[in-house]
């Protein structure tokens, strides 16, 4: 059965850098990773995506090793605006999808 | 563009009560999803649809129904609510096929209690 892991919580301060993995044991071969950001009371938004190796934007970093079982979520510089939850999305088969359960990062001042 | 809308966006029900969750879009988009998401669990898929007039189920689609008239609206419905239904629920739809490939549009959510 395909499941997609992240850490429950994770903590930070304003001005460091923040890495969020996200594993993923069923991945399908043609399919992207794709990870979104929450905040309360909204629905996720967006942030990034990534097939393999490294993808950068404007607000993150996306980095997928060959095996593709995990990728983790780059946020460099967190500053208290970034506290939210932030979910992995992968493709898990021909037709078929999981969010991670998401991770809750808090950043303090 | 208003994106995705969702309505209502509180219900209370009572157990054996049904209800429909309207989503709208204005983006054109073929896809439109309906999710649960519940404490600790993250989203779960319900329903999909890939284009007007077609529905398939997710990963949780019992007890919930849908239909896909206009290529802009998207209805879940419950037609006898239980309180293992009491979650918040979103609507989302994206351009492309289904899947992690294409960036999906969240609407607000709708927080429904089943009492």
């Known amino acids: 059965l395909a499941k997609t892991t992240q850490p429950i919580s994770m903590d930070s301060y304003e001005g460091q850098e923040v890495n969020i993995t996200c594993s993923h044991n069923n991945i399908a071969t043609n399919d992207y990773i794709t990870w979104y950001q929450q905040f309360p009371s909204q629905g996720p938004r967006f942030i990034i995506q990534g097939y393999k190796t490294k993808v950068t934007n404007e607000v993150a970093s996306l980095f997928i090793p060959a095996d593709r079982k995990s990728s983790t979520l780059s946020l460099p510089r967190v500053s208290l605006s970034d506290t939210a939850v932030y979910y992995c999305?992968?493709?898990?088969?021909?037709?078929?999808?999981?969010f991670g359960a998401g991770t809750r990062l808090t950043v303090k001042p | 563009n208003a994106g995705v809308t969702q309505t209502p966006k509180f219900r209370v029900l009572k157990t054996g009560q049904s209800m429909t969750l309207l989503c709208a879009q204005d983006m054109n988009h073929e896809y439109m999803y309906w999710y649960r998401q519940d404490p600790g669990m993250g989203l779960r898929l319900i329903h999909y649809s890939v284009g007007e007039g077609t529905t398939a189920k997710g990963e949780v689609p019992d007890g919930y129904n849908v239909s896909r008239l206009k290529k802009q609206n998207f209805l879940l419905g419950l037609e006898s609510a239980a309180p293992s239904q009491t979650s918040v629920y979103f609507c989302?739809?994206?351009?492309?096929?289904?899947?992690?490939?294409?960036?999906?549009?969240f609407g607000p959510g709708t927080r429904l209690t089943v009492t």
């Open positions: 999305l992968v493709g898990v088969g021909n037709n078929d999808m999981r």
């Open positions: 989302a739809s994206s351009y492309g096929r289904l899947a992690a490939s294409y960036e999906q549009y």
